[in-house]
């Protein structure tokens, strides 16, 4: 724990003028964030006797070893900019929302020559109309197919789509009437787009156009008796109604507004937030967060737009955002929501009326989804720290291991020799800091060796970062003249394996361990632990121990050693299989100097395969387009020497398969 005086800035060091600053710890990982109009009054704030400040913040600042900031121009520049740190640091104590699922949208891929209609999830893609979110898809499936009688446009994947094509004949939609078929050429590409258009439209609220132009068209085909045609009209209006009804009118005027709503104890926050698209709601969504740090609900809500409006630009923030509470420089905000859509928003607290109404069902929700999330993430939390304690117990660790690394030994009969790391932080993965090593001291299979190499390479790397960033200091107390910013990248981030473990696990047994442990004692490193977990029957073994550490069947500290082993199991095994394909696909063809991929490609579609080229001539050869006698000189010399491939067979049947497929080059 530190002191914050220790790292305290000097008087008028800090400068008065609006500025985003970090606080890091002793490892210089970022672990806070924060902007200010006045960085001085507000840096003034963390180095209060620690009596006086929020708990939270207290922990903060002891947790902390240094802070720094940087200046900017405007209030604005200081929200972009604190957004896009939190983003790209994810710094521990900071407000994060997790996003309670992935929600689906109902998109139109408008940047296709023909658009189609499907239902899409994750990252939005330039050019694609999205609506939504909505709570299930299925919702959206729904919505589609009532839809899909007025407006036929295309929802098969692109693969359905060329078959159709090629075999000249449409799917099912295209026979009952629910795609306009344009694969094969029902429609051309500027109808079926107008088609999608027309849909977008309806989507977007614009619904009465399209009732009133199918009813005049109904009374039309009646009058002229004409009485199928009235009817299948009919219908077509009654399913668009269906559609409309859906959404249900909430905002008289035809309002285009976000409603976001808290609700929020000592511990957590949820946020709701209500899509309001032409006077109705088109999706709703919500998060979850750990009060990490001292925020009131206005920080909540600003944390809560940054979340979601960071990376949305145009009609996707819309002209009116409602919200509970200001955040506590709304001007700044303001300006900034104004800059993501192009024109004026207005960013305000509803004070009657059915906007007022509409945002207390909204802060209904939040509650509702605070308890559910506090019901389930009791458990969850409960069984993770139980877990941990499990382990600190069964391994006579000092305390719980809030940081566990994997190894793992992946190979096919001692070929493409590889390792992973995986990283598990209070029970759950750390995906961004996983890594994967290629066996590079020596060749064959040999688990043992394999993994003291890993583990020594491994912690070489933090006891380099740790000396280049100046944690180890000489003997005068002073850093080391080479400890300079070579160990960091240019925001002076530690690079890859900059951050202890407090326990190493290993796949497997007394041999894997030692040589773990040997490793570890070779570089002098004797407060990280190391256990084993071997898979024949799940016993967790210790350097030095003869007998295994037996976990009781039903222990949650197995259950998780097991989880974080098969991890980095699978995780091994992936990297085996892609180094093992990238092999396989090598040609013979590679080593020969002067020819390139295109020159390649060209060989094997002149030839079809590589084992036909091997059996063409020098003047064969020459004849493809391109190629010169000392080229193709040079082709049939590396054609002899490389070894014809073994031939492939099929697993599923026995049948040897010929090379005459086109071997890549």
Known sequence: MADPSSYRPKPGQIPDSPGVYKFR???RRVIYVGKAKSLRQRLANYFQPLASLHPRTATMVTTAASVEWTVVSTEVEALQLEYSWIKEFDPRFNVKYRDDKSYPYLAVTLNEEFPRVQVMRGHKKKGVRYFG???????????VDLMLRVFPVRTCSAGVFRNAASAGRPCLLG??????????????PEEHRELAEEFCDFMAGRTGTYIRRLEKQMTIAAEDMEYEKAARLR??????????????????????????????DELEAAVQIFH?????????????????????????VEHALQQLYGEESGDAVPKEVLVPALPEDAAAVTQWLSGRRGSQVSLRIPQ???????????????????????????????????????????????????????????HLQGEDVVASMVVFEDGLPRKSEYRRFQIKGFEGQDDVRSMHEVISRRFKRYLAEKEKTGEWLDGDGEVPADAGPEGRDEEGRPKRFAYPPQLVVVDGGQPQVAAARRALDELGIDDIAVCGLAKRLEEVWLPGDDDPVVLPRSSEGLYLLQRIRDTAHDFAIRYQRSKRNKRIRTSPLDDVPGLGATRKQALIKHFGS?????????????????????????????????????????????????????TTA
Request: charged share 30%; proline share 3%.
């Open 235 to 264: 219908d077509d209006i009654a399913a668009l109604r269906r559609a409309m009804e859906k959404n249900a009118v909430v905002l008289a005027d035809a309002t285009d507004a976000d409603l976001i709503a808290l609700a929020e």
């Open 352 to 410: 009657r009326g059915d906007k007022k109404a509409l945002m207390e069902t909204v802060a209904r929700n939040a509650q509702q989804a605070l308890v559910l999330h506090k019901t389930k993430r009791a458990s969850d939390l409960t069984t993770r720290s139980r877990a941990l304690e499990e382990i600190a117990e069964a391994l006579d660790l000092d305390s719980a291991p809030l940081r566990i690394e994997c190894f793992d030994i992946s």
């Open 175 to 188: 026979y009952i009437g629910k795609c306009s078929a344009p694969c094969v050429g029902r429609t051309d």
């Open 276 to 300: 309001v698209r032409g006077g109705r709601v088109r999706g709703q969504r919500g998060w979850v967060t750990d009060k990490v740090e001292a925020v009131d609900a206005a920080g909540l």
């Open 133 to 143: 979110p909505y709570a299930h898809a299925w919702a959206i499936r729904e919505t």
């Open 25 to 27: 710890d002793e490892h």
């Open 610 to 662: 590589v084992k036909r080229l091997r059996q063409a001539t020098i003047e064969q050869i020459c004849e493809v387009p391109g190629m010169g006698r000392k080229t193709a000189e040079a082709v049939a010399v590396a054609l002899a020497q490389a070894a014809p491939a073994a031939p492939a067979v099929n697993t599923a049947t026995g049948e040897i398969m010929e090379d005459d497929g086109g």
